[in-house]
């Protein structure tokens, strides 16, 4: 195999979205950048995958997978500055170490080199969620929507606007798009969490109860505070608007 192909290998594995996929996808975008050191995409490659590894809580060391991320990225950049997946890699792993404006500035110069690149307008999505610019995060992941509707990671984009439209208050729109998320076959415990947490928000605690134990049978370790820790909400009201529905649907604190 060439590094090509093993780049392809562990996409495939990534976005299968499970801790041992990630795991492999790790290995597998390693031995590509054994082969070919230069390759800009697969530098950036795993700096995604460890966001996937921090925010979903598959790591116990959250801090020093940023850190080397954001090494990778910025090698990544410095091997083909034109790469929309290096600027991608770095916008991620900036969003999640809390520098929102980092982030939007790499998005906004990724969709100038790439147009079309969904996963562009997905991450100034999510990135505008976090900034507490939630109708302006809306507009950007339709984009990303109408660009990939079949995206292999389609569950994120769904999810982020259900996100965007509980932070907003607009619940039922919100459960719409967060059940369409949860449909997806490969649909992660974030999917599941945010509808948790909308139910939670409109009272109805007996699916409430289930779709918390949906999140817990993916993640069985998750806990408010981890969530806390961990997603950069800049706005304390978004914040605790979500701690407090997934507080109500069930979930613990510790």
């Known amino acids: 195999l060439d590094a090509w192909s093993w780049f392809q290998r562990g996409l495939w594995h990534h976005y299968k979205g499970t801790k041992d996929d990630n ?10 950048i054994e082969l070919d050191p230069e390759f800009s995409r697969a530098l950036a490659a795993p700096a995604h995958v460890y966001y996937w590894d921090v925010l979903f809580g598959y790591s116990t060391t959250p801090n020093e997978l ?27 792993i900036s969003a999640l170490m809390g520098d929102l404006s980092s982030a939007v500035a790499e998005l906004e110069l990724l969709i100038e080199l790439s147009p079309s690149f969904a996963h562009a307008y997905y991450g100034l999505g999510n990135a505008l969620n976090f900034a507490g610019q939630q ?4 507009q950007q992941i339709d984009r990303a929507i109408r660009l990939n509707p079949h995206d292999p990671a389609i569950w994120t984009f769904m999810s982020g606007r259900s996100l965007a439209q509980l932070l907003l208050e607009q619940y039922e729109d919100a459960l719409a798009w967060a059940l369409k998320g949860v449909r997806q076959a490969n649909a992660g415990w974030l999917a599941y969490g945010i509808l948790a947490c909308i139910y939670g928000r409109l009272g ?3 699916e409430a109860r289930r779709a918390v134990a949906e999140t817990l049978h993916l993640k069985p370790d998750l806990v408010l505070s981890f969530i806390e820790a961990t997603f950069p ?22």
């Open 23 to 32: 795991a492999k996808a790790r290995e597998q975008i390693r031995k590509a």
């Open 135 to 138: 109708e302006e995060a809306i």
């Open 204 to 206: 109805r605690n007996e």
């Open 66 to 92: 940023l850190r080397e991320g954001l090494t990778l990225s910025r090698r990544a950049i410095a091997a083909d500055d034109k790469e929309p997946f290096a600027h991608f890699a770095m916008s991620r």
């Open 233 to 254: 909400f800049q706005n304390p009201v978004d914040r605790e608007l979500f701690l407090d529905g997934l507080r109500k649907a069930g979930l613990l604190e510790e």
